[in-house]
């Protein structure tokens, strides 16, 4: 199984920053995409950003040139750069990566358990 720890959220002002982790633990043998999604209250999760394992990064556009997702695969983390935060970005904020188990042949999706972003305006 993959385990997931993620942290850094917290409450900040609207203009401010914050960088989210995302720790990976566990009996895989690879870690492929990479993403992360948020769910703001009373609306469906989406995909914020998401990293292949070539290191293409793709964002949705309110999030553009504002956020950066990276890795460091030595220590199987994952981050999520926020700057210029805006209270439109509060949400619950989820690490999600495809990673394939020694002990599979296939990819499989897990998530982590959410860390809370709030902005105050």
């Known amino acids: 199984q993959v385990q997931l720890l993620e942290s850094g959220g917290g409450l900040v002002q609207s203009g401010g920053s914050l960088r989210l982790s995302c720790a990976a633990s566990?009996?895989?043998?690879?870690?492929?995409?990479v993403a992360w999604y948020r769910q703001a209250p009373g609306k469906e999760r989406e995909l914020v950003a998401r990293?292949?394992?070539?290191?293409?990064?793709t964002y949705v556009d309110s999030v553009k040139d504002r956020f950066t997702i990276s890795r460091d695969n030595a220590k199987n983390t994952v981050y999520l750069q926020m700057n210029s935060l805006k209270p439109e970005d509060t949400a619950v904020y989820y690490c999600?990566?495809?990673?394939?188990?020694?002990?599979?042949?296939?990819?499989?999706?897990?998530w982590g358990q959410g860390t809370h972003v709030t902005v105050s305006s």
């Open positions: 566990g009996t895989f043998a690879s870690i492929n995409t």
């Open positions: 990293l292949s394992s070539e290191g293409d990064a």
């Open positions: 999600n990566v495809n990673a394939r188990l020694w002990s599979e042949t296939i990819q499989r999706t897990y």
